[in-house]
């Protein structure tokens, strides 16, 4: 159960992009959680991203900045430099990539960071890669991108799928929302939304993810946490 309630409710963002700003804000409004899954050799970057025939802003957030921008929230590894690990054969720069982002992270925030999000699209993780990270890393999650829209646990935290993408599948998170708010739990049920900010500049979808901030929010039945709260 999570702290007496048998349905948890937690978000998932990656990149570390400045929209995290407006994001983290609407989370807090909401007395909602997220974990922010960030790469540390990207940090203050400034770039755009040319995706679906849109050019989007996606800046990262200086180091000294994410302290205060994260606050109350979770900071998780998203690699050093977002490569797609299972393209990596050598073992070692793997373990690299997860582990000294996962260190510096740390250093940053000010306490261990311990989760993680694989980074890039398409098969991003396999069998080789979780197993890398369980036995040469203190990672003690990794969420992939794999919706299965879904509340149930799941036993293998280093190969975790998210219930839902907010970005592709607004319509089915506001479905499974109301599916989740109708639930009479017996047994613990998660709810899991990923996505990245910039995604919400892209498709001027704020409002509506707004809407479904607060209609999921305030219920006395489910608990409000990150995913370091909600897996572990």
């Known amino acids: 159960m999570f702290q007496g309630k048998m349905k948890a409710i937690t978000f998932s963002y990656d990149d570390g992009v400045t929209q995290d700003i407006r994001l983290a804000e609407l989370f807090h409004k909401y007395g909602m959680k997220a974990t922010f899954n960030l790469n540390y050799n990207k940090l203050g970057q400034v770039k755009t991203l040319a995706r679906e025939n849109w050019s989007v802003n996606h800046s990262k957030n200086a180091p000294a900045d994410v302290p205060h921008i994260y606050a109350g929230h979770e900071i998780a590894g998203h690699t050093l430099d977002h490569p797609r690990l299972p393209d990596i ?4 720069e793997v373990i690299r990539q997860v582990e000294e982002d996962r260190l510096r992270l740390s250093e940053i925030a000010g306490y261990e960071v311990i989760g993680f999000a694989y980074p890039c699209g398409g098969v991003n993780n396999d069998d080789r890669v979780a197993e890398l990270i369980r036995n040469n890393t203190g990672a003690r999650y990794c969420r992939t991108i794999k919706s299965n829209h879904s509340f149930d646990l799941q036993e293998n935290l ?10 592709s599948e607004m319509d089915k998170m506001f479905e499974l929302g109301e599916q989740f708010l109708a639930l009479k739990a017996d047994k ?3 709810f899991y939304v990923w996505g990245h900010a910039y995604e919400f500049d892209i498709n001027n979808n704020w409002d509506r993810f707004e809407e479904f901030l607060q209609m999921m929010s305030g219920k006395d039945d489910i608990f409000y ?6 897996l572990l």
Not at 89 to 92: Q, R, V
């Open 89 to 92: 054969a050598d073992d070692a």
């Open 158 to 167: 280093y190969r975790f799928n998210p219930t839902v993408y907010h970005y």
């Open 188 to 190: 613990p049920q998660i």
């Open 225 to 230: 946490g990150t995913n370091k709260e909600v």
